[in-house]
C-alpha cells in the first residue's frame, strides 16, 4: 500500500526557514512527479511545487526564489526547503504524487499533512 508521510512542519518566526519532508514508500514513487500543497483556513488547496522524474521543478509564483523542492529516492523522501518564510506562508502542507514521471495535476495519492505557523 502506498504511503506519503509528512513531517518537519513548526512553528518560526518570519524570515525564518524550514524544511518539510514526505517519506514516500512504494517503489513507483521514485520516478514518478511529485508535489507539495499548501491549504490556509478558509482557502483553496494551491500548488506550491512539483519536480518530475526529470527533476524539472516548478514553483508557484508566490514561492518562486523562496522555496526549493528536492527528491532523494536513496532515502525514499521528498524535501521542501522553505526559507525567507512570510505569514501568508501560514497553511497545512501536503505532499502528493502522480502515477505517471512527467506532472500533469493528475496527483493520486496524498499524505496527511504537516502545519506550517509562520508568526510577524
Known amino acids: 500500500q502506498v504511503q506519503l508521510v509528512e513531517s518537519g512542519g513548526g512553528s518560526v518566526q518570519a524570515g525564518g526557514s524550514l524544511r518539510v519532508s514526505c517519506s514516500f514508500s512504494?517503489?513507483?514513487?521514485?520516478?514518478?512527479?511529485m508535489g507539495w500543497f499548501r491549504q490556509a483556513p478558509g482557502k483553496v488547496r494551491e500548488g506550491v511545487a512539483s519536480?518530475?522524474?526529470?527533476?524539472?521543478?516548478e514553483y508557484a509564483v508566490s514561492v518562486k526564489g523562496r522555496f526549493t523542492i528536492s527528491k532523494d529516492n536513496a532515502k525514499n523522501t521528498l524535501y521542501l526547503q522553505m526559507n525567507d518564510l512570510k505569514p501568508e506562508d501560514t497553511a497545512m502542507y501536503y505532499c502528493?504524487?502522480?502515477?505517471?514521471?512527467?506532472?500533469?495535476?493528475?496527483?493520486?495519492?496524498w499524505g496527511q499533512g504537516t502545519q506550517v505557523t509562520v508568526s510577524s
Open positions: 512504494g517503489y513507483r514513487y521514485k520516478t514518478d512527479c
Open positions: 519536480i518530475d522524474n526529470n527533476g524539472k521543478a
Open positions: 502528493a504524487a502522480e502515477h505517471y514521471i512527467y506532472c500533469t495535476g493528475a496527483y493520486a495519492a
